[in-house]
């Protein structure tokens, strides 16, 4: 059989346009199987090498850099069990987080054929409006220092009071929260659908989130079909060695 190629880190790295210290550095992290060493202490790396970097370039696009360092790391230690768990770990937060996406959408939905904020009778203390959204009252807290929700406190008592609008936009920031959309993000889309009294801007946002996750999932697909390339050679340059 024809043997492998010697290649340099500067012939791995041009394919990426990366550094050659780049290479050396992931092969270090371990997304590269350990490479030769001549006399000397330069590096050798063959085709198998190259196809690892191909690999992990892929799948950090879909799944992020520590997430493709994960896989790379299992693939390359043999670690099966530990691979495809962390594949299924990843596919579960791309569902979660499409199932957040729909929530927002249908909380958005929802807020377009709600009754107005003064209509809503009821005035809950912090307690009870964190119980009803299943978070801590520290939350609620640290949204008001956010400038996400503005309740008035009772008289008497100094009590803060949440009264429709305030239920209203913590109903929203629980489900952007839920989306990872960033506090300071979402006091600004609360801001305006209180100054505009509509969701035009969330919608926007949501339409740009969709997108971003679409195209996070085809890299993913894209990067699971490199890894499945990458584990055949992994397989063949085994069974040759041994």
């Not at 790295?13 to 780049?22: C, D, G």
């Not at 099966?80 to 929530?103: N, P, S, W």
Request: hydrophobic share 35%.
């Amino acid at each position: 059989m024809k043997p492998s190629r010697t290649l340099r880190p500067v012939d791995l790295a041009r394919e990426h346009a990366l550094s050659a210290q780049a290479v050396r550095n992931y092969e270090d992290l371990g997304a590269l199987p350990p490479a030769e060493r001549t006399g000397s202490g330069y590096r050798r790396y063959t085709d198998l090498h190259a196809r690892a970097l191909r690999t992990f370039v892929a799948l950090r696009a879909g799944y992020g850099h520590q997430a493709a360092l994960d896989l790379m790391r299992s693939a390359n230690r043999d670690d099966r069990a530990a691979l495809y768990t962390r594949v299924d770990e990843l596919h579960a937060g791309f569902l979660h987080e499409r199932r957040t996406y729909a929530e927002v959408a249908a909380a958005l939905e929802a807020l377009k054929t709600a009754a107005p904020p003064g209509n809503y009778p009821e005035q809950l203390t912090v307690g009870q409006l964190a119980h009803r959204l299943g978070i801590h009252s520290a939350t609620l807290r640290q949204w008001e220092k956010a400038g996400i929700l503005q309740p008035p406190r009772d008289r008497a008592t100094g009590y803060r009071t949440y009264g429709g609008a305030d239920i209203r936009d913590a109903h929203l920031a629980r489900y952007l929260r839920k989306g990872g959309v960033p506090l300071r993000q979402v006091a600004s889309f609360v801001r305006e659908l209180r100054q505009a009294g509509d969701t035009e801007r969330m919608r926007t946002v949501l339409t740009d989130w969709g997108a971003r996750l679409s195209a996070r999932s085809r890299s993913a697909v894209h990067g699971v079909a490199q890894l499945d390339d990458y584990l055949t050679a992994l397989d063949h340059a085994r069974s040759e060695s041994r």
